[in-house]
């Protein structure tokens, strides 16, 4: 009788315990956490295998602002975006999956939310509206592709991995990488959609290791790109070697707009002394804080989407003012 009873209070348990995880799940994969639906504008056109010499082929975004096929005579700048797959909450996105809503939900989002962000600002007047084009990363190969090669490969500061990768810094690809992007992707994009192609208004911009990236963009290519956002720029898998690199390497105050940020939560708290030296070498080569140069400290912000999804507004309205 004893055990009986036992069994039963067992059963019940187990029945709650599953009927609340049930009512978690379906909260879970409902509730709306970017909660930004009215500024969700604009259209999308999906490359799902975008062919390169360069790199792998991969899916390729592309987003146009609300108006855009009203105004065939308009002209729009251009925002080049690494880590594609986060970059907009929409079903072609494997980040879009039910399996990931859980994720989603921990995390606060795993999506940028660019498109809504651009839109919210566009609507207030703030910047001007612009294309933006999300490069999605290959998986199993993001350090390679997104690690700069020669600051890295040239350096004395001695690194025998590229973080916790595996991969060696002689088997960066990120060379190829911005060739794909300069060489194949942006001339594609030029000739079929409605750009203002030159330099000052051609940018780029990423998180972590996109940051790394974006800022590495700007010393290879200075010609082509007139700004770039590099937010939470990860600077400790290099030891530094880049902001070296860029004592030497980097463009000349005058045609650029750069943003840098960091938090102090979880990761980004090591980035501090990094972004201090990087400082330094804006100031070296004339930049200006405040004119044609942010760094900016994000007072208990982690390495999270949700965090540079919050901070968006200063980035974008650094590179696509109206001034």
């Known amino acids: 009788m004893i055990n009986l009873i036992n069994k039963n209070?067992?059963?019940?348990?187990?029945?709650?315990v599953f009927i609340l995880l049930l009512a978690w799940f379906i909260y879970v994969i409902n509730v709306d956490i970017y909660q930004n639906s009215d500024y969700k504008t604009g259209s999308f056109v999906h490359y799902e295998n975008f062919v390169s010499k360069n790199i792998s082929s991969r899916p390729v975004d592309v987003w146009l602002p609300e108006g855009y096929y009203e105004n065939p005579d308009k002209k729009y700048p251009?925002?080049?975006l690494h880590d594609g797959q986060m970059m907009f909450n929409k079903k072609t996105s494997p980040h879009a999956k039910i399996s990931y809503k859980p994720l989603d939900w921990l995390w606060g989002g795993i999506f940028w939310d660019v498109d809504a962000s651009i839109s919210k600002l566009v609507s207030e007047d703030k910047i001007r509206p612009a294309i933006l084009v999300?490069?999605?990363?290959?998986?199993?190969?993001?350090?390679?592709?997104?690690m700069p090669k020669k600051p890295i490969?040239?350096?004395?500061?001695?690194?025998?991995?590229?973080?916790?990768?595996?991969?060696?810094?002689?088997?960066?690809?990120?060379?190829?990488?911005l060739k794909f992007i300069i060489d194949e992707l942006k001339p594609y994009i030029d000739e079929n959609y409605q750009t203002?192609?030159?330099?000052?208004?051609?940018?780029?911009?990423?998180?972590?290791?996109?940051?790394?990236?974006?800022?590495?963009a700007i010393s290879e290519y200075p010609e082509i790109f007139g700004g770039a956002a590099c937010l939470s720029t990860d600077w400790t898998i290099g030891k530094g070697a880049e902001i070296d690199w860029y004592k030497e390497n980097w463009p000349k105050a005058g045609s650029h707009k750069i943003?840098?940020?960091?938090?102090?939560?979880?990761?980004?708290?090591?980035y501090e002394p990094y972004q201090n030296d990087m400082d330094e070498v804006m100031r070296l080569h004339g930049y200006s804080y405040g004119e044609d140069w942010i760094t900016k400290k994000i007072e208990g912000a982690g390495h999270y989407p949700k965090e540079w999804r919050k901070r968006l507004d200063m980035p974008l309205t650094l590179l696509l003012s109206k001034d």
Request: hydrophobic content about 35%; overall charge negative.
């Open 78 to 80: 251009v925002i080049y």
């Open 9 to 16: 209070t067992i059963f019940k348990f187990l029945f709650f």
């Open 259 to 270: 943003y840098f940020d960091f938090g102090t939560g979880w990761m980004d708290e090591n």
């Open 196 to 216: 203002l192609p030159d330099q000052e208004n051609t940018f780029i911009m990423g998180s972590s290791m996109g940051g790394l990236i974006s800022s590495y």
């Open 153 to 177: 490969t040239g350096s004395n500061k001695y690194i025998s991995e590229i973080g916790d990768s595996g991969f060696s810094p002689e088997q960066s690809i990120s060379d190829n990488y």
């Open 134 to 146: 999300s490069i999605w990363v290959t998986y199993g190969k993001r350090a390679i592709e997104l």
